[in-house]
Structures are given as C-alpha cells and as structure tokens.
C-alpha cells in the first residue's frame, strides 16, 4: 500500500511562490508517476501537472505553464510543484496522486489527503 502525503502549503500573496512536496511511505516516489491536483472551493478536481516514471513525459494545465514546475529530487525521493507567479485563482487544496504505469495517461491510483495553498493579500 502507497501512502502519499503532500508538504508546503501556506499563505503567499499574489505574484509569490511556493512548492508543494510529495513524498510516500511504504514505496519509492522514484518508481511512479506522480500527477499533481487541485481542488478550489466550489469547483471539480482537476489535473494540474504530472511527472512521468522516468521523466520524458511532462504536462501542465494551460492555466499554469510557464509559472509552475514539476520536478523529482531523486535523492530526497520526492516530486516538487514548484509555483511562481501565484494567482488568487490558484487558491486550492492541492494533492499529489499516483498514475498507474510509466506515462502519464495512466489512471490515478492512489492520493494524499491534500494540503491548502492561498494567494491573497
């Protein structure tokens, strides 16, 4: 069984940054793919971004190219969003879930329980 749980939220004004940590317990991050999500207050879940297996599949949401980036630290065994240029709009519980397979159209398997981020000034 993967537990995945998420680190970093928090309250950041508009135009700052802030990274989002995934990281697991009882697996290796290293072996999955790993999708970032994102649910705000009144409206569905959605994909954000994810990572494949071996990283030569990357997406983003059109809402966040160019201000977010999904990355492995390999040696910590976690997957990172990095996100700059934050909008109120961004405010959400964001989550990170496992995919199935070594792509990224693989569906989601497991999540973490999400933690809350907030642009506001």
């Known amino acids: 069984q993967v537990y995945l749980e998420e680190s970093g939220g928090g309250v950041v004004q508009p135009g700052g940054s802030l990274r989002v940590t995934c990281f697991a317990s009882?697996?290796?991050?290293?072996?999955?793919?790993i999708a970032w999500y994102r649910q705000a207050p009144g409206k569905e879940r959605e994909a954000i971004s994810c990572?494949?297996?071996?990283?030569?599949?990357?997406t983003y949401l059109d809402s966040v190219k160019g201000r977010f980036t999904i990355a492995r630290d390999t040696a910590e065994d976690t997957v990172y969003l990095q996100m700059n240029s934050l909008r109120p709009e961004d405010t959400a519980v964001y989550y990170c879930?496992?995919?199935?397979?070594?792509?990224?159209?693989?569906?989601?398997?497991?999540w973490g329980q999400g933690i809350q981020v907030t642009v506001s000034s």
């Open positions: 009882g697996a290796t991050l290293n072996y999955y793919t």
């Open positions: 990572v494949s297996t071996f990283g030569e599949n990357i």
């Open positions: 879930a496992r995919r199935l397979g070594t792509s990224c159209s693989g569906k989601t398997h497991s």
